[in-house]
């Protein structure tokens, strides 16, 4: 048989297409040519598939080979390919049964030994695979935990192309086959939230904001416990669903941050990129592939930008987007990418340039200090629900013994709760986080009484609340309903929401 066929999978960003992969073998001088829009990587993988065919014991056939990539028109980035161009290239020959050929969904990379190396982005590949109709693959071991994580699949893994060679000519082989890793292991090397001294009202904050999925921004002076209470949010949220854990995954996959050994990610990530980062490594970018950026890798978790004023302009101006809509758009010349980006992004920051531990020992003008805190936009901070403002800790709670508040298990269980109560208020739709319902879903369903409307009126005379701070307050008002278990904010709960959204009472 001169004509063969594999399938392989094409990833735009974490969606997954399915390639057909051809090997066409005709008369003429010898050569390899690789066609259907491929990348530099897919067209120096001739080189590579023919060095690892050979040194697997194999002859490279001697005649005019053509390899296709179909559908034609889809861009094609990586090396993943490597397996599914190899094994399309020994089936036409006639070494492999070309039926057995073209049962799996092969994805990986050579090694010009013939070892089969891992690559990126194998679980939404895979996802793609079984939404397309496939039930068979084929993975570098190096990837089968990840690949495992798809069900309704039958996944193996291979070492070497001359063990997955072996195995489609019917021989003893070496492939394992892949098995749903078990549950990931428990939360008690997390950071506590009793391990925070004081900060009654920061604690609060965020509390209400795990329990509704509010933005949180936190100014205080260093050593206040801005950087401690953000990093245990992440331990109060609720665990992961099944569809978020594949969610976050795939997007970890992409960016090849995935544990070889346990990849499922059960719980919220915590993604806290340095100040000096780039637009690109905080949104996503790169020409081919695209990469994703901090906002997706903390998908259904938390951005936590510590010293937020000294983040580029460009860069927080450009998570005003993911914060509206969940999602990041990416064009570049190589094509259009959309990542997701549902994240709760808590900012930190000190009050002035000079940080100093106590207001008495600023050396900032009050102009500057205005001018230090402007870096962070309007646009951007109305996104931001809550607004706390941290005091320093006096000496008595520094030296004070431990157990100055609850743990994250005990706050936790309040958030779940919480939780819940939003889940069965939205439950007729898309949503089932409160700060996630647009505005106007939310005034349909629940309208402020005299003594509520007069509060969030004034504020609104004031300047202190826009339209859309309007809408948060609103929001955060539930939230706080919820918490304390009533179905329909009081005038208590619309103040406490005011004095979150405010940083003062009214």
């Known amino acids: 048989m001169t004509l063969a066929r594999t399938w392989s999978i094409g990833l735009t960003g974490v969606t997954g297409h399915l390639v057909t992969v051809e090997a066409d073998l005709s008369a003429g001088l010898p050569g390899t040519a690789v066609i259907g829009m491929p990348d530099p990587a897919i067209i120096q993988s001739r080189d590579r598939i023919r060095a690892a065919i050979v040194n697997s014991g194999h002859k490279w056939p001697d005649r005019r080979i053509t390899l296709a990539l179909s559908p034609a028109g889809l861009r094609k980035s990586g090396a993943g390919y490597d397996i599914a161009l190899a094994v399309a290239v020994l089936a036409a020959a006639g070494v492999v049964p070309a039926g057995a050929a073209g ?31 496939r039930t068979r693959a084929v993975v570098p071991l190096g990837n089968l935990a990840e690949a495992a994580l798809v069900t309704g699949m039958a996944v193996w893994g291979a ?37 925070v001294l004081g900060q009654p009202e920061a604690r609060l904050a965020l509390e209400v904001a795990a329990a509704g999925g509010h933005h949180l921004a936190m100014i205080g002076p260093p ?15 609720p665990p992961l669903d099944d569809e978020q854990s594949l969610e976050v995954t795939a997007v970890h996959s992409v960016a090849g941050l995935l544990d070889e050994g346990m990849p499922l990610i059960t719980r919220p990530p915590f993604v806290d990129p340095h100040h000096s980062a780039s637009q690109a490594a905080i949104i996503g970018g790169g020409s081919a592939p695209i990469r994703p950026g901090s906002v997706s890798l903390a998908h259904c978790g938390v951005l936590f930008l510590d010293e937020a004023p000294e983040f580029g302009r460009r860069a927080l101006d450009a998570l005003r987007q993911p914060l509206e809509e969940g999602s990041v758009v990416l064009a570049r010349a190589s094509g259009v990418v959309r990542f997701p980006a549902r994240f709760q992004l808590v900012l930190a920051a000190n009050p002035c340039p000079c940080a100093a531990a106590k207001d008495a020992d600023c050396r900032c003008g009050s102009h500057e200090r205005r001018s230090y805190l402007n870096r962070l936009s309007g646009p951007l901070m109305d996104r931001v629900d809550i607004r706390i403002d941290l005091p320093a800790l006096p000496p008595s709670i520094l030296t004070a013994a431990g157990g100055q508040g609850e743990s994250s298990a005990v706050v936790a269980q309040r958030v779940r709760a919480a939780r819940d109560r939003a889940s069965f208020r939205w439950r007729e739709t898309p949503w089932r986080c409160t700060a996630q319902v647009p505005g106007a879903v939310v005034r349909r369903m629940w309208s402020p009484d005299d003594g509520s409307a007069h509060l969030l009126d004034r504020a609104v005379r004031t300047g202190r609340l826009t339209g859309r701070g309007y809408d948060r307050v609103l929001r955060l008002s539930l939230t706080v309903a919820d918490l304390a278990g009533r179905d329909v904010p009081t005038v208590a709960d619309v103040a406490s929401a005011l004095a979150l959204r405010c940083a003062e009472a009214s």
Not at 169 to 193: E, I, Q, Y
Not at 223 to 237: N, Q
């Open 103 to 133: 049962e799996c969904v092969l994805i990986g990379e050579l090694g010009l030994d013939g070892a089969m190396r891992p690559v990126r982005g194998v679980l939404p590949a895979l996802l793609a695979a079984r939404a397309a109709g």
């Open 159 to 195: 070492p070497t192309l001359a063990d997955l060679i072996a195995s489609l000519m019917g021989r003893n082989h070496a492939m394992v086959k892949g098995v749903a890793p078990g549950p990931a292991g428990s939360d008690r090397d997390a950071p506590d939230l009793a391990d």
């Open 223 to 237: 050593g206040a416990g801005k950087t401690m209470l953000a990093s245990r949010l992440p331990g109060v949220l």
